[in-house]
């Protein structure tokens, strides 16, 4: 039996952990430990199979998960939970997400933001060390899309029927949940810090879903789509999705930090007509009146917005929305977004929005028209780079050149992030780009609260194998203030 086990988010009250176990037909009983003292769950803890199709020869499913909530423990510190099922043991850390965030001259409150992990190119498992490293430890890990590659490599021979489709995706899940029992590399110290909140993208499906793919035999037909699509649709929900959430995003006030995250993928039709839910759109407009009512009350308000795909990036066109990625202007609900934003900056108060996809990362600053700063945008991606057939060997061809004439990159296959935003019209905002960052990277935000609202600083960190790399393209930016006005 394998075991593996790590707190999602919840709501304020609940301490959520996910207990994952591979190979058995019925699981053992679950116990837990804080501090040394044995804890009863709440609620929770009916096993149900993960989804993948791995049966005995009887047809019981062999790979499960349970959701337990737990009380949390009378402390203000990180703390320790050991998880045991049967004869294994595992432990995670978390630390309770504070009501408010820490003035100046205390520790400060630290997210770790990482994406795009492709588990096949981490053999040296430099992430999973330098992850479980990290100082200060992160208090919220955001992993903001692609955490799984389920349609790399592009060359693979995906099954046809069910069974085995399942099968083959649910093993790439399992290499990179369970990595440690597995000794793989994997995705498992990076979710041991939580409390751990996944934002999917289109690689939690295939690439540019759910449009179909020329390059993905398994995409072309409708039929074969659906089929795709719903076991995709079990496995991140297996896997990633807390139930805190089920509506289609997550919220969470840190005074004055207000918190939302969306699900902008699992939702999406081909047409370009709508990417978020319903519950979704009513969520960003509440968000926004939020926000809006504590600036109203001379409070001050600060917005932190996520989603699986950058916000200021060019719309693109007919052929490279159907071949690329359709990017979120693309879709006709996009205004939901963008007009709650434009009428929070016209209000003075400031927004950061998070996200990774690119491969690239950056710190862009938006100014308002009176010249304040009411807008960063943080990206880090990726983690872990994927392998891009044809493109990876011309790229490698010529830096083979440029390495004779002494002029090699030191990351030939990453592109680069984009040297301006001229061309990119957000909100009546005029955009400077303070940082650019390649190479595989995730990023750590250090928040605290300020009058007025917040201050934060960037910690880029290079987490290639490399020693060398590591020290040169690991730099801290900051700290930046976002202050409602």
């Known amino acids: 039996m394998q075991l593996f086990a790590y707190n999602q988010i919840g709501q304020p009250d609940e301490l959520l952990v996910w207990v994952g176990v591979l190979d058995v037909a019925t699981p053992p009983p679950v116990s837990f430990i804080i501090d040394g003292k ?83 190119n981490d053999k040296s498992h430099a ?24 349609d790399l490599p592009s060359s693979q021979n995906l099954p046809k029927d069910k069974t085995g489709l399942a099968q083959t995706l649910g093993k790439k899940y399992q290499l990179n949940w369970f990595s440690e029992s597995l000794n793989q590399p994997g995705l498992a110290q990076v979710l041991r810090h939580g409390p751990v909140l996944c934002v999917p993208d289109d690689h939690e499906y295939w690439n540019n879903f759910p449009l179909f793919q020329v390059q993905l035999n398994n995409t072309h037909r409708e039929q074969d ?31 004055p930090l207000s918190m939302l995250f969306l699900d902008g993928r699992s939702d999406r039709d081909e047409k370009g007509e709508q990417m ?63 007009s ?19 491969h690239w990362g950056r710190i862009v600053e938006g100014k308002n028209p009176r010249g304040n700063i009411v807008f960063y945008e943080v990206i880090a991606s990726p983690s872990r780079l994927i392998d891009t057939v044809i493109t990876d060997q011309i790229n490698s061809v010529k830096d083979a050149y440029r390495d004779l004439k002494g002029k090699g990159k030191d990351f030939p296959k990453h592109p680069e992030a984009p040297r301006d935003t001229d061309d990119i019209k957000f909100a009546n905002l005029s955009l400077d780009t303070k940082h650019r960052q390649q190479g595989d990277h995730v990023a750590l935000l250090r928040f605290h609260a300020v009058p007025g609202g917040l201050e934060f600083s960037v910690d880029f960190i290079c987490t290639d194998a490399n020693e060398k790399k590591r020290r040169e393209y690991s730099s801290t930016h900051g700290p930046y203030k976002l202050l409602s006005i």
């Open 127 to 150: 992430l999973a060390s330098l992850i479980n490293n990290i100082k200060p430890e992160p208090d919220f890990t955001l992993l903001a899309g692609d955490q799984v590659y389920l």
């Open 38 to 120: 044995t804890i009863h769950p709440v609620y929770g803890g009916t096993f149900e199979p993960l989804g993948d199709a791995v049966c005995d020869a009887q047809g019981q499913p062999l790979n499960h998960r349970a959701i337990y909530c737990l009380p949390w423990p009378d402390t203000n510190a990180r703390f320790h939970i050991h998880v045991a099922v049967g004869d294994q043991q595992v432990s995670l850390s978390s630390r309770r997400p504070p009501a408010q965030l820490p003035g100046k001259g205390s520790d400060s409150f630290n997210l770790l933001l990482s994406s795009c992990y492709y588990q096949p």
């Open 276 to 338: 978020f839910n319903d519950a979704t759109h009513v969520a960003i407009e509440q968000w926004a009146q939020d926000l809006l009512a504590r600036k109203k009350n001379n409070l001050p308000a600060v917005g932190l917005l996520s989603s699986g795909q950058a916000l200021l990036i060019e719309k693109p066109g007919r052929w490279a929305r159907k071949l690329a990625d359709m990017e979120m202007p693309n879709y006709k609900d996009f205004p939901v977004l963008t």
């Open 225 to 255: 789509r659906t089929s795709w699509r719903d076991l995709a649709t079990q496995l991140y929900q297996r896997y990633q999705m807390s139930p805190a959430q089920s509506a289609g995003f997550f919220r969470q006030d840190i005074s």
């Open 340 to 358: 709650a934003l434009s009428t929070l900056f016209a209000q003075g108060v400031p927004v950061l929005y998070i996200t990774g996809d690119v």
